[in-house]
């Protein structure tokens, strides 16, 4: 596609409940990045996927979180056993190699906000 | 513990004046530096970067300025225009470090350029 897509843009669920989010990133880029922003914050590492392996997954706050990308291309960042703290808006973002951190940076997808009430 | 600190939530300038932007970092280990700006309902979009091995990188009318001994930087705009209006994020990577891939972000800066 054209850009990163993330759906849903939106997502309210009860405390406890399971949630998916799902990103598309830019066809052909091999890298992808999830990050978490809450409120009044900047976004913060979650994970990093080369292919379809996560290489860094060091920014997932706890076990509850677990994201995949089987084919390499989509992911689905799932959060088990939602609590309030998980509100955020959860952003993903793709880049050519994994050197997002440089150059051009990464292309970022506009976001899932997720409430937990 | 904040990394990448931009100490000003806020700025407002008119139009046609400079805006500049702070940014200080405390790990010593960045040595990639970036600035990203941010639409609400919108994800971060790259703006300017600059390395650590430069002190000055310019692209239309923005500028990025590093001062590498106070572990500071600054982003310029001029002239400054209403379309500017959003939020500045400043980011860090560390190349050498082996993490070239992750960026760690300062909390923003909400621009506000008045007509």
């Known amino acids: 596609g054209a850009g990163v897509s993330q759906t849903p843009s939106n997502k309210v669920t009860e405390k406890g409940k399971y949630v998916e989010l799902r990103c598309d990133p830019i066809?052909?880029?091999?890298?992808l990045y999830w990050y978490r922003q809450s409120l009044g914050q900047g976004p913060e590492f979650l994970i990093y996927?080369?292919?379809?392996?996560?290489?860094?997954d060091s920014g997932l706050p706890n076990d509850r979180f677990f994201a995949v990308r089987p084919e390499g291309s989509v992911s689905t960042l799932k959060i088990q056993r939602t609590e309030r703290g998980d509100s955020a808006v959860y952003l993903c973002?793709?880049?050519?190699?994994?050197?997002?951190?440089?150059?051009?940076?990464?292309?970022f997808g506009s976001g899932t906000r997720l409430t937990v009430v | 513990d904040q990394q990448v600190k931009q100490n000003s939530p806020s700025l407002s300038v008119q139009e046609g004046r400079i805006s500049i932007l702070n940014c200080d970092y405390t790990?010593?280990?960045?040595?990639?530096f970036l600035w990203y700006k941010k639409y609400p309902a919108e994800g971060p979009t790259f703006l300017i970067s600059?390395?650590?091995?430069?002190d000055k990188n310019e692209d239309g009318r923005f500028t990025v300025f590093l001062n590498k001994s106070a572990k500071h930087l600054s982003l310029h705009i001029v002239p400054s225009q209403p379309g500017d209006s959003a939020v500045y994020f400043c980011?860090?990577?560390?190349?050498?470090?082996?993490?070239?891939?992750?960026?760690?972000f300062g909390k923003g800066t909400l621009l506000t350029v008045n007509p």
């Open positions: 973002a793709s880049s050519a190699s994994g050197t997002g951190g440089m150059s051009g940076g990464y292309t």
């Open positions: 066809s052909g880029h091999t890298a």
């Open positions: 996927f080369q292919g379809t392996g996560a290489a860094d």
């Open positions: 790990n010593s280990m960045f040595d990639y």
């Open positions: 600059i390395s650590s091995i430069k």
């Open positions: 980011a860090a990577s560390a190349l050498r470090g082996g993490s070239n891939y992750k960026l760690t």
